[in-house]
Nanobody, 115 residues
Framework: VQLVESGGGLVQPGGSLRLSCAGS????????MRWYRQAPGKERELVAG????????NYGDSVKGRFTISRDNAKNTVFLQMTSLKPEDTAVYYC?????????WGQGTQVTVSS
């Protein structure tokens, strides 16, 4: 089982990034997916979630209206489109797959928002 995040990097305030998380080794379309983030010295924070079919989404208050989660089950991939980025969005971003009591985590991708 693998979850591999990509798309992180350095971006200026106000910029955009699109993160991807590719799953393999499990039935991706049966799992709800979430993005979390963790900044240095802070607890891991829920960023966004999407149901297994993609028809339901939810967002953390700090990213509502700026981030969009989506998925392509044909490609076993979940995305996080991030716009209007702020320095406080700087963190390692992780994707997580969950179905009932089974969870898988990716290794994370660094996002740094700085001028």
């Amino acid at each position: 089982v693998q979850l591999v995040e990509s798309g992180g990097g350095l971006v200026q305030p106000g910029g955009s990034l699109r993160l991807s998380c590719a799953g393999s080794g499990f039935t991706f379309s049966s799992y709800g997916m979430r993005w979390y983030r963790q900044a240095p010295g802070k607890e891991r924070e829920l960023v966004a979630g999407i149901s297994s079919t993609g028809d339901s989404t939810n967002y953390g208050d700090s990213v509502k209206g700026r981030f969009t989660i989506s998925r392509d089950n044909a490609k076993n991939t979940v995305f996080l489109q991030m716009t209007s980025l702020k320095p406080e969005d700087t963190a390692v971003y992780y994707c997580r797959a969950r179905r009932v009591d089974t969870m898988y985590w990716g290794q994370g991708t660094q996002v740094t928002v700085s001028s």
